[in-house]
Structures are given as C-alpha cells and as structure tokens.
C-alpha cells in the first residue's frame, strides 16, 4: 500500500443504525474518536429488511461527510453478513416496548433478537471480537448473547453503563462548581435501569474525597435519584430516549476498553462477573473497571458504603430476576 505503517483497518460493526443512537454513532466512529485518529474503520450495519431503506440515506451522510478513516460502508439484514470478520460488535437495535406491551414480551422479543445476534458473533466474527450491548435492557441483552455464545470468552462481552457514569460526573460537577475533568473514580455499580446504585463515596474532585464537599442528605435525596431517572426525565422532556448522549457514551466506553483509563482513574462497565462484591457469578453487573491493553480488570477491594451495598444488593436482585425470566421464556438454550 502507499502506506505501509497504516494499522489494518479495524470492522464495526453496527446494529440498529437506522435509529436514532445510530445517527449520533456512525459519525464518531468513522471520524476517529471510538478507536482513534489513526485507525481506519470499515462499518458493517445490521438493520431490520424495512429499515434498509432509511439506512441508505445514513450511509451516503457517511460517504458525503469524507471522513479519511472510514474505508467501505455496507449494510445487510443479514446477521451472518454483518458481523462477519466483525473485531467490534455495537448492539444498539433493540426492540422497543410498544403499545400494551408486558414486559415479559419485551424480554421475549428481546431475547430472539439478542440470541440469534450472539450465535451469528460465535460464528462468524474475528478471534478477537469484543461485544458492547447499548439497546435495552441493556445487561440482560449482553448476558442472552453471551449465552448463546459460549466459545467467547466472558470478558468479551459488556453492556453499556457508561452513560450512566458521565451523568453521575455532570451531576457532581454541577454541584461543586468543579470541572468533568477534575473528578476521578466515580463509580456506577449494578443494572443500566432505575435501581443502579451511583456511587462517588471514593469520588475525589481535584484531589479532594466528595463526601467532603456535598452533603449526605444531597447524595441520598438528589444525586443518586437524579442519576438513576435521568433516562425517564430525558423521554419526557423530549419525547424520545437519549441519543447524543448515548452515543457518546457507547463511543467512550469502547474508546477506554481499548485505549485505556488513565493510571489515576477508573471508569464504570457492565461486564460478566466472577463473583466480585458479591455480585452472583455470570450476572452482567456495572463494577468500576481499569483498562489496558484491550482488557478491563475490577478494580477490587474497595470499602462499600452501607447504603451503596444495600442499594446494589437490590439492583442484583433485579438483575437476577430478569435472568429467571429470561431462562424461563427459554432465551438462555
Ligand atoms: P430507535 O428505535 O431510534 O432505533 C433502533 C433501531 O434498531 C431501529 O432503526 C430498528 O429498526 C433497529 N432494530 C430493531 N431490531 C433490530 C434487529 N433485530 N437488528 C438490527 N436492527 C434492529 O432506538 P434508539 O433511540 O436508537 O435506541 C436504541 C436502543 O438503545 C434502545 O433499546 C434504547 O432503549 C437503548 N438505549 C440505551 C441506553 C444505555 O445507556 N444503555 C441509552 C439510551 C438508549
Ligand atoms: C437512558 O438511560 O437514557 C435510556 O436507557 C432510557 C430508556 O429507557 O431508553
């Protein structure tokens, strides 16, 4: 090639890139700031037969828009097709619950879609396929994939909790007058849903613990909820779910599983656990993870808050009932 020193490009690929995460998503991938600026990228989108449509005019944004990185765009309806030779699978479709819908139909809808994606990965994708789960709910997705995919290794998978995280740093920030930047080892731990537990109990804002600048009935009464609901608040003021944002974040997570975490900080990633702080073996459950070299380690040992225990034990619980539920509908072979 004219460039011998270029990286092989890296394979993306996208699901449910006619939505609207997709349209945030696409952008930032094929601009550079998932991978970085000097890996090119060829996006695979995996869409549903009458979304190909729709997608098309996404895709010739993505080719007006003359990002250098971005090195072929195709698009299927096809599982097989799409996540062939994929290093990246981004599994941001889901099926959203519709009018008079029980939740039991979302799990089962779900659960047929999230399946049959994770056995296409098993068999098609690169040995070194990392799977990051962003359509909802989002850990539950990533634990029925994974079990319909048992030749990857566990900590191949991972569900999106890093939105999560940045709305815990937004919240923190605000308070404190301090900037994003200056807050470290902020921590969301549990389910991406309302009972997930954000903790900044070992959060330190330039240098200084937070428990030292906010109140106690501030964390209980108003971060921790406002953190926790802000998915709903953002549907009603807007009418639709978060998609900026949850781009951005899906962008961040993959950047740091990749890229690394900086050697004072952490970050929060729903990933298989082992057993970690008492979280249930094989549950997908958000921990504070470091990450180098392409892999994310548990950042172990830390003291748990009373209430932070208590409060994760609950998003556990939930999290092990969407499992029973899941395994009953016969979604978990
Ligand atoms: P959307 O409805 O705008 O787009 C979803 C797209 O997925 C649609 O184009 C649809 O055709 C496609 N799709 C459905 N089934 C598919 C399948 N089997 N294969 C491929 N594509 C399929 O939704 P959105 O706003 O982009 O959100 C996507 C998902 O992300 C939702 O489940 C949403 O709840 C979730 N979400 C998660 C977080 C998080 O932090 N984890 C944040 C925001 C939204
Ligand atoms: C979010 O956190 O913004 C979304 O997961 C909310 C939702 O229910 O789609």
Same mark, same amino acid.
Request: hydrophobic share 45%; glycine share 10%.
């Given at each position: 090639?004219?460039?011998?020193? =270029?990286?092989?490009?890296?394979?993306?690929?996208?699901?449910?890139?006619?939505?609207?995460?997709?349209?945030?998503?696409?952008?930032?991938?094929?601009?550079?700031?998932?991978?970085?600026?000097?890996? +090119?990228?060829?996006?695979?989108?995996?869409?549903?037969?009458?979304?190909?449509?729709?997608?098309?005019?996404?895709?010739?944004?993505?080719?007006?828009?003359?990002?250098?990185?971005?090195?072929?765009?195709?698009?299927?309806?096809?599982?097989? #097709?799409?996540?062939?030779?994929?290093?990246?699978?981004?599994? #941001?479709?889901?099926?959203?619950?519709?009018?008079?819908?029980?939740?039991?139909?979302?799990?089962? !809808?779900?659960?047929?879609?999230? !399946?049959?994606?994770?056995? =296409?990965?098993?068999?098609?994708? /690169? =040995?070194?396929?990392?799977?990051?789960?962003?359509?909802? +709910?989002?850990?539950?997705?990533?634990?029925?994939?994974?079990?319909? &995919? +048992?030749?990857?290794?566990?900590?191949?998978?991972?569900?999106?909790?890093?939105?999560?995280?940045?709305? !815990?740093?937004?919240?923190?920030?605000?308070?404190?007058?301090?900037? #994003?930047?200056?807050i470290r080892r902020m921590i969301v731990w549990?389910?991406? @849903?309302?009972?997930?537990?954000?903790?900044?109990?070992?959060?330190?804002?330039?240098?200084? +613990?937070?428990?030292?600048?906010?109140?106690?009935?501030?964390?209980?009464?108003?971060?921790?909820?406002?953190?926790?609901?802000?998915?709903?608040?953002?549907?009603? &003021?807007?009418?639709?779910?978060?998609?900026?944002?949850?781009?951005?974040?899906?962008?961040?997570?993959?950047? /740091?599983?990749?890229?690394?975490?900086?050697?004072?900080?952490?970050?929060?990633? @729903?990933?298989?656990?082992?057993?970690?702080?008492?979280?249930?073996?094989?549950?997908? @459950? /958000?921990?504070?993870?470091?990450?180098?070299?392409?892999?994310? @380690?548990?950042?172990?040992?830390?003291?748990?808050?009373?209430? #932070?225990?208590?409060?994760?034990?609950?998003?556990? !619980?939930?999290?092990?009932?969407?499992?029973?539920?899941?395994?009953?509908?016969?979604?978990?072979?």
């Open positions: 090639g004219m460039d011998d020193s =270029a990286p092989r490009p890296a394979t993306v690929t996208v699901t449910g890139g006619a939505g609207q995460i997709g349209y945030q998503l696409l952008f930032r991938i094929a601009a550079g700031d998932m991978l970085g600026s000097d890996q +090119p990228v060829r996006l695979r989108i995996l869409e549903t037969e009458q979304a190909l449509p729709a997608l098309e005019g996404v895709v010739m944004e993505l080719h007006d828009a003359a990002f250098p990185l971005l090195t072929s765009v195709e698009t299927t309806a096809d599982a097989a #097709v799409a996540f062939e030779g994929a290093d990246h699978a981004l599994l #941001v479709g889901a099926r959203p619950r519709g009018k008079g819908m029980e939740r039991g139909d979302l799990l089962a !809808a779900n659960g047929a879609i999230f !399946a049959a994606q994770g056995r =296409a990965i098993q068999e098609r994708a /690169s =040995a070194g396929i990392r799977i990051t789960v962003t359509g909802n +709910p989002a850990n539950t997705n990533a634990l029925i994939a994974a079990a319909a &995919a +048992p030749d990857i290794p566990r900590e191949r998978f991972s569900a999106l909790t890093r939105l999560d995280h940045n709305r !815990a740093l937004a919240q923190l920030a605000a308070k404190t007058g301090a900037a #994003v930047g200056d549990g389910n991406h @849903s309302a009972t997930q537990v954000p903790d900044l109990t070992h959060a330190v804002v330039n240098g200084r +613990p937070a428990i030292e600048l906010v109140e106690r009935e501030w964390v209980t009464g108003t971060f921790v909820p406002t953190v926790a609901n802000r998915g709903a608040a953002i549907i009603e &003021a807007r009418g639709a779910s978060s998609a900026a944002s949850a781009a951005s974040a899906t962008i961040d997570h993959v950047r /740091s599983w990749m890229l690394g975490t900086p050697a004072d900080d952490w970050t929060s990633m @729903s990933v298989v656990s082992r057993g970690e702080y008492g979280v249930p073996e094989g549950l997908v @459950s /958000s921990f504070p993870v470091t990450c180098a070299g392409g892999a994310w @380690s548990i950042v172990e040992g830390l003291a748990m808050d009373a209430d #932070v225990r208590a409060q994760l034990d609950a998003s556990v !619980a939930e999290l092990a009932a969407e499992r029973d539920a899941v395994r009953a509908l016969g979604s978990m072979g």
